[in-house]
């Protein structure tokens, strides 16, 4: 993939994950609201946190794909959330409990469906991918290059000493 499209999808997901937290972070007790049926799963006061904080916890994740030098952590921190938020929600679907998503702060007006659900569960899916990719392949030696480089590196300073020995 070009260095322009790495660009895109690296902008793409930090504009995703900044306003998805800076729409959340003014509307943290409506978020709250939100997360309650979570609340047979999840202790309150979880969910309380999970609300306050998760909002700056997206808003650092976008901050961080923004930075090139820190796009690789910023990303890694998206997969890390992208995973607990599938997993949250597979496990509410699968203790029969049907929530609107919140994601984006509380769609007061949105429908609750298993279906909606299942479509964050795979929207969650390609922005986890999508992340992988960039902590992956982000302008970055493999491990096969950099175990390389390691070893010439040891060669190259062991035949130093032993020159120096000379």
Partial sequence: MSS???LVLRLLLAGIFLYAGIVKMGASEGFFLTLLP???FIPEWGLWIVATGLPYVE???GVLLLIPATARIGAALVCILCCVFIVTILVALANGIVVACGCF???EDEIPSRGKMLAVVVRNLFIFCSSAWIVNNYNL???KDKITLFVKNMIQTGKSHVKAKK
């Fill in 4 to 6: 322009y499209a790495r």
């Fill in 38 to 40: 979570f609340a047979t």
């Fill in 59 to 61: 808003v650092m994740a």
């Fill in 105 to 107: 702060g509380r769609e």
């Fill in 141 to 143: 030696l493999s491990i």
